[in-house]
C-alpha cells in the first residue's frame, strides 16, 4: 500500500504584484522555490501548493493577520519570524504620491535583501519537507488592528484594482 499523500501549502501574501520592488521580485523566486523543489517533494510523497494572495482591504489584511508584505506563510506559519522593514518607494507611489510605506527586508545568512533570496526559500521549503509531520496546518488569528505601516498604506488610497 502506497503512504498518504501530505501538503505543504505555501502561501505568499502581498498589497502589490505589479509595482512593488520587493512583492513581485518575492513571488517569482518563490515559484522558482517551489518549480526546483516540486520533483523532490513528489518522491517523497508530499505535494507542493503554492497560492498567492492579493490582500486589498483592511478588513483583508486584518481577517488574513497580515503584519508586513510580503508575507510568505507555509502551512500557516511565516518563514521569517524576526520581520523587518524598511521605506518602499513604490509601495509609497501606489499609496499615493510618495506616503511613508515599509515594507519587510529579509534577514539572511548576515544580509538584509529587499526581496526574499531564493536560498532562503529552497532551505525553509526543505526544512518544512522534513518536518511535514510536526507542521500541521494553522490559521493564523485576525488581528484586532492593523500595523500602523498597513494603515497608512489602505488610507493612501490604494484599492484592489489599482493591485490586481
Not at 140 to 147: C, F, G, M, S
Request: aromatic letters at 4%.
Amino acid at each position: 500500500m502506497a503512504p498518504s499523500r501530505r501538503t505543504l501549502t505555501i502561501e505568499l501574501l502581498v498589497i502589490d504584484m505589479k509595482t512593488c520592488t520587493r512583492c513581485v521580485p518575492t513571488g517569482a523566486r518563490l515559484a522558482e522555490a517551489v518549480r526546483l523543489l516540486t520533483p523532490i517533494a513528489e518522491s517523497l510523497g508530499i505535494e507542493l501548493v503554492e497560492r498567492m494572495t492579493l490582500v486589498g482591504t483592511p478588513g483583508e489584511a486584518r481577517r488574513r493577520a497580515l503584519v508586513s508584505s510580503p508575507t510568505i506563510r507555509i502551512n500557516g506559519r511565516d518563514i521569517a519570524q524576526d520581520i523587518r522593514e524598511s521605506r518602499c518607494e513604490s509601495c509609497g507611489e501606489i499609496a499615493g504620491g510618495g506616503a511613508a510605506i515599509d515594507c519587510r527586508e529579509w534577514h539572511y545568512k548576515g544580509t538584509v535583501y529587499s526581496a526574499a533570496p531564493l536560498s532562503m526559500l529552497l532551505e525553509a521549503i526543505m526544512r518544512a519537507m522534513l518536518d511535514i509531520d510536526a507542521i500541521p496546518m494553522v490559521e493564523p488569528r485576525p488581528l484586532a488592528e492593523l500595523p500602523d505601516n498597513l494603515v497608512r498604506f489602505f488610507r493612501g488610497g490604494a484599492s484592489p484594482s489599482c493591485c490586481g
